[in-house]
């Protein structure tokens, strides 16, 4: 957490909003330019970062680094899946204690119920007709389901099933939205196993100026110390990186976990309605290309009074 | 591996993992008559009959040598690419016409529980629902992400947190040695502790006790001053393979099955099999009723005849 305090920043009717995000690159294509102007931002990382105003990295399960009763609403978009229950609910504690009162609070999360109803839908699908497209689309389900929980790479099996095609277009954008787009991107770009060549060969191939560059690397990685190869490992570890999800929520999980914080006035928004004054400005769960969520979610709101 | 025979002659593989109480209640037959692989990959104390066996490794054992395999609740534990290496390793090892039996959790059947007690929760939030509800999510997650052995489940089960019929309807047999342990953990808290001090404690030292807490303290100590040791490392649920790493149902287990080349998949029950003389081994069925030991889905294939 910063040592220095955290500079609050104001939207134009003066109100305080928390904005507390972790990643994904279409989302902060699309919204980068309006929350980084009317929000304080808290990018939940688990490394050190460095401090670049206006965006502050930190770990939120060591709680969050505001003083009691700072703001007017809080927004943790995609965060809480990522905590076990327990620091889910020292997380709601603890955004519970920088809201003002009467401020609001709006959580957003991959919704498990969509998901399981989701599975069996396509279970029974695939139980009366058992074809190819039909299986396609199970198959995608239950990694929706389950490659988070389990994966042991960065991506996982998602990564691997979309770089070996398997998967019907149409159906992974309508579960995921603008994300999968991005997710498509960034898994065809992984590196694709290039055929080896000995060592006879990879010297007589390359090019002087290659060669050159690749003896001058292996050097300088000779002298850098391991701390670079150690984040690099804390990277492509997905439990220790927090890319993969601790937990589930679905509209009642999260009703009990708000309620139990002492939240007031529980509700189920969609991706476009809100309580948070002024949210059609905002709008961070609207994809900026359509009437569609960037990335189906469950969207709940609370108050605390 | 020495290859065990059944009363008349057969040959069969039994693959498991854990499961004390699936242990106690079946071990007298499937180690009489069963070749046993359990999966491990920690080192364990050697056990009569039983061989342990990373099985997301080759097995080793010759080609075509079983009449029969079942594989009980080990491919939930396995990566779905392991689990694919296992099912061909088990096509080799089987004779041609060989049957094949696979029982997993049914996560058709957790999913179903889980949405029909959200709903039931939803309609009449009452204790007793949202508990069995609470309890739904967590047999969905919990072995999947647990970084503990026992994880959420055993806490709630330790807090009393939860609705002991439904757990009882659910599970089997599979709690059982866990209620016991606690049962008896909970009579023993019952005794009226008598609160000493410290000069107290020292005169009703006998030299027995004294020995035992000054090796205890002087271990400890040890253990504090060279960590590291084999002895006292806790193996996380990943290591030990208790955790989870992915799901079945009746349909991706057949699709698992028919990939390797298995043929006439069909679903059974925890008391039915075409394995000759099941109702002897009757290894997925309680021994103290008709119910399952441990609630799963059960499907049974053949390696067919010829090969081509």
Redesign the interface.
């Known amino acids: 957490m910063p040592s220095r305090p955290i500079k609050i920043i104001r939207n134009p009717e003066g109100r305080a909003n928390l904005h507390i995000w972790r990643t994904g690159q279409s989302y902060a294509r699309q919204k980068s330019a309006v929350y980084l102007k009317e929000w304080t931002n808290l990018y939940f990382s688990v490394l050190p970062q460095p401090r670049s105003e206006p965006v502050y990295y930190g770990d939120v399960r060591k709680g969050l680094p505001f003083s009691d009763g700072t703001f007017d609403a809080v927004f943790a978009l995609h965060i809480i899946e990522h905590l076990t229950p327990d620091e889910g609910k020292n997380f709601a504690a603890e955004i519970y204690r920088v809201l003002k009162p009467g401020g609001h609070v709006r959580i957003s999360t991959p919704d498990m119920e969509n998901i399981c109803r989701e599975y069996i839908f396509r279970l029974e699908t695939c139980l009366a007709e058992p074809s190819a497209g039909n299986t396609m689309k199970y198959d995608w389900i239950m990694l929706e389901l389950l490659d988070q929980w389990v994966r042991d790479k960065s991506g996982g099996l998602m990564s691997e099933t979309i770089r070996n095609g398997y998967f019907d277009y149409e159906y992974a954008k309508y579960r995921y939205g603008d994300v999968f787009d991005e997710f498509y991107q960034s898994s065809a770009e992984s590196p694709s196993p290039t055929p080896k060549k000995n060592l006879v060969q990879k010297i007589l191939s390359a090019h002087p100026k290659k060669l050159y560059r690749f003896i001058r690397n292996k050097i300088s990685a000779l002298f850098r110390n391991n701390r670079e190869r150690k984040l690099q490992d804390l990277l492509l570890d997905p439990r220790r990186s927090l890319e993969i999800n601790k937990w589930f929520y679905d509209r009642l999980s999260l009703k009990l976990l708000l309620e139990g914080a002492g939240y007031k006035d529980y509700s189920v928004k969609s991706y476009k309605d809100s309580d948070i004054p002024h949210w059609e400005r905002y709008n961070l769960d609207q994809s900026n290309h359509g009437d569609h969520a960037i990335e189906p979610s469950i969207y709940v709101e609370a108050r605390f009074f | 591996m020495k290859i065990t025979k059944t009363f008349d002659d057969r040959v069969n593989l039994h693959v498991w993992r854990e499961g004390e109480e699936y242990f106690r209640q079946k071990s007298p037959i499937f180690l009489k008559e069963w070749t046993n692989v359990m999966f491990c990959v920690i080192p364990m104390p050697p056990m009569e009959g039983v061989y342990y066996r990373d099985i997301t490794q080759p097995l080793d054992l010759p080609d075509e040598t079983f009449d029969a395999v079942n594989a009980y609740h080990v491919f939930e534990h396995m990566?779905?690419q392991q689990g694919r290496n296992f099912a061909a390793e088990i096509f080799r090892v089987l004779k041609p016409g060989g049957i094949f039996r696979v029982s997993v959790p049914d996560?058709?059947h957790i999913?179903?529980q889980?949405?029909n007690y959200?709903e039931r929760?939803?309609q009449d939030p009452s204790i007793q629902n949202?508990q069995i509800?609470?309890w739904t999510?967590m047999e969905?997650?919990d072995q999947?992400?647990r970084?503990k052995s026992g994880g959420?489940m055993l806490e709630t089960i330790a807090s009393g947190q939860y609705d002991k019929a439904y757990i009882k309807q659910r599970y089997g047999d599979v709690f059982r040695p866990f209620l016991e342990s606690l049962r008896r953990s909970d009579a023993k808290e019952e005794q009226p502790l008598i609160q000493k001090n410290f000069i107290q404690r020292v005169y009703s030292l006998t030299p027995e006790k004294l020995y035992r807490g000054v090796v205890h303290r002087a271990k400890k100590l040890f253990r504090r001053i060279a960590p590291g040791k084999q002895g006292d490392r806790v193996f996380s649920p990943r290591e030990t393979k208790e955790?989870?790493?992915?799901?079945y149902?009746?349909?991706?287990l057949r699709?698992l099955v028919e990939k390797t080349g298995f043929m006439e998949c069909a679903q059974k029950t925890f008391k039915d099999s075409d394995i000759p003389h099941w109702e002897r081994y009757n290894l997925d069925k309680s021994n103290y009723g008709d119910y399952a030991i441990d609630p799963s889905v059960y499907v049974e294939c053949k390696k067919p005849k010829v090969s081509s």
Do not use: G
């Open positions: 990566t779905p996560l058709e999913c179903r889980y949405l959200l929760s939803l949202i509800y609470q999510v969905m997650i999947a992400v970084e959420l955790a989870v790493r992915w799901m149902d009746r349909f991706s699709l």
